[in-house]
């Protein structure tokens, strides 16, 4: 059974699920940006009965508390040790998302001994020129209005990502990304100048590589794998929201990777 809980950080309530042997090593998942940690609930349930799984809502969005104006990506991962801190966990498996991708490569780079293991999907490894469209198409996000345009906005900006593959999914993401239309603006203007190169030259731990060919951020995965030639990549399914669309995949691929390493 995945459960729900809060965790007290020096700057504000995180709220998380968890599920499974709370004796094993826990995986930190990091959802990415819009989403919140409900995404990985079916992939969750899949891995709880072998792994101890711990997702947390991000700051700024699900349940979690409001920080004020962030300018780089680095101030989520802080806030985020803060949390695993107040878990009293020592060592993890980092599993990023997307924006959280970033996040467990910036964790494995600094924190090397309390890191097992890193795990992205979706990597956000990109060149300038290749950055150019992704900072015209995702550089900011549309918020309430007395006319409620943004719902529609908001509601068309899912539904092309992937979400109009399933209903129940679209309510979800859309809800989530309702509550965090703040902090999606201030992720979207920091996230391409993260300098993610850097991060990923500094793990040490064993990496898998995960994404969707029809994912946004695929070719990100693909510069990655070639940046981390000694990486496991993997393709799984599910456009932009695989931990939804394909837990199997994505379960499997972690079990895999994790007794592959004897981790």
């Given amino acids: 059974m995945i459960k729900k809980a809060y965790a007290d950080t020096p700057s504000g309530q995180i709220h998380y699920y968890y599920g499974g042997p709370s004796e094993q090593t826990p995986i930190i998942f990091m959802h990415q940006n819009v989403s919140g940690a409900k995404t990985y609930l079916p992939t969750l349930e899949l891995l709880a009965d072998t792994h101890h799984c711990i997702a947390l809502d991000l700051p700024g969005f699900g349940g979690s508390f409001d920080p004020p104006e962030i300018d780089s990506i680095s101030r989520l991962q802080e806030y985020t040790m803060a949390f695993i801190d107040a878990l009293s966990v020592d060592q993890f498996h980092a599993f ?23 795990m992205m999907m979706g990597a956000t490894l990109l060149t300038e020129e290749q950055a150019i469209p992704f900072r015209e198409e995702f550089s900011g996000s549309t918020g309430p209005s007395h006319d409620a345009a943004y719902l529609k906005i908001t509601w068309d900006y899912l539904y092309n990502l992937g979400g109009k593959l399933d209903l129940d999914n679209m309510n979800d993401e859309l809800s989530a990304a309702l509550r965090a239309w703040k902090m ?80």
């Fill in 184 to 263: 999606r603006g201030m992720i979207y203007r920091c996230v391409w100048d993260y300098r993610f190169d850097l991060f990923i030259e500094g793990i040490k731990c064993p990496t898998l590589l995960m994404c969707a060919p029809d994912d946004v951020l695929y070719i990100g995965h693909k510069n990655t794998a070639a940046a981390l030639p000694n990486a496991k990549a993997v393709d799984v399914k599910g456009t932009n929201f695989e931990p939804y669309f394909d837990p199997n995949g994505v379960s499997n691929g972690i079990k895999t990777f994790l007794r592959e390493n004897d981790l």
């Fill in 96 to 118: 990023g998302n997307h924006t959280g991708a970033a996040m467990a490569a910036e964790m494995a780079s600094l924190y090397p001994e309390r890191v097992k293991s890193c």
